[in-house]
């Protein structure tokens, strides 16, 4: 009896090592495809840093119009864009026409 009890104790114990062994491998290849999309927007980040500003551009944290229009090369933003009154009163998700004259 003591010898049918070890032997289905060593089975499910061996079950549960090809369980966790399976998971590992899951997991493992989650893992890499993680990294590999990282990779890929890092990328594409750097991409757009070398490249022109889109003719649409969202205004970010800290950013001002003299520094959009320096990055983007369009010294005249504010006259393509009629919705902005006040140069001064720039915000975070500032919609604005760019016009780049490289």
Do not use: G, H, R
């Given at each position: 009896m003591v010898s049918a009890s070890t032997t289905a104790m060593a089975e499910k114990i061996s079950w549960y090592?090809?369980?966790?062994?399976?998971?590992?491998?899951?997991?493992s290849c989650c893992q890499s495809s993680e990294s590999e999309f990282n990779s890929r927007m890092l990328q594409v980040h750097r991409s757009r840093l070398n490249k022109p500003c889109d003719e649409i551009y969202v205004v970010h944290e800290g950013?001002?119009?003299?520094?959009?229009?320096?990055?983007?090369?369009?010294?005249?933003?504010?006259?393509?864009?009629p919705h902005i009154h006040d140069p001064d009163d720039v915000f975070p998700g500032l919609v604005i026409k760019i016009t780049s004259y490289k």
């Open positions: 090592c090809a369980l966790f062994l399976a998971l590992m491998l899951v997991l950013e001002t119009l003299q520094t959009i229009s320096e990055k983007c090369e369009d010294p005249y933003i504010v006259e393509e864009n």
